[in-house]
Each structure stands twice: as C-alpha cells, then as structure tokens.
C-alpha cells in the first residue's frame, strides 16, 4: 500500500472513531436512579437557583445555575431524594433572595427523566 493510501485510511479511521465519541458525548443516563431538573419559575422574578442536594451516586452535591426562561432545563445533573434551594434576583446566585424551597426527587419516573421543581 502507499504512503498517500495508508495516511488516507488511517485518517479515515480517526474521523469515524472521532465521530464516534462525538455522537455519544453529553448522552448522560442516571440508569433509573435519579432526575435531571426543569425549574420553572411560576413567579417571573428569579435569574438564578443553588441547588443543593444528592446525585445518583448518592453523594452530595450543589450547583448554581442561571435561569433565562420560565423553564429552565438543568441537563447532565442527576438528582434524588430530598433538595433544597434558593432563588436569586440576581444571575449567577447574586442579589436578594427570592425564596427557599424543598423537593423530593423520585429515583425514577415512567415517562421521563425530567423532574420539575419551581418557586
């Protein structure tokens, strides 16, 4: 074979794994054991929610995360169990504070792996 074929092949193969990875990057599964969060914000007024909390593997875990829309999806967390947080005025967990809350999130629901906790 050729040096031209055998680079030709060879990156050939490098862009099909590449893509590969690519294709299944940010898929995320909880396996049945936890719930990504939609926080809707009933009230119009927050730009941001700490959330803390338990993930799949049982560990504890907090995150901050601005909220641009009535409904904001927080992909790539997975949550169970109880869970507490506090909206913000302010993004980026700033300002006065909108109000402190509490979930329980199922392990597991039928139709979905969205669960939505508001204010």
């Not at 040096?3 to 294709?23: E, P």
Request: net charge positive; proline share 2%.
């Amino acid at each position: 074979m050729s040096i031209r074929k055998t680079a030709a092949t060879t990156v050939g193969a490098l862009a099909l794994a590449f893509a590969g990875v690519l294709g299944t990057a940010g898929q995320s599964s909880a396996a049945g054991n936890g719930q990504q969060i939609v926080f809707a914000d009933t009230r119009g007024d927050t730009y941001s929610v700490y959330l803390v909390g338990t993930n799949q593997n049982g560990e504890r875990a907090d995150i901050c995360f601005n909220t641009p829309n009535r409904n904001t999806y927080v992909g790539g967390w997975w949550w169970k169990g109880r869970v507490s947080y506090i909206g913000w005025a302010g993004a980026n967990c700033t300002g006065a504070s909108r109000g402190s809350y509490s979930a329980t999130i199922p392990t597991s629901q039928s139709d979905t792996d969205w669960y939505t906790i508001s204010n």
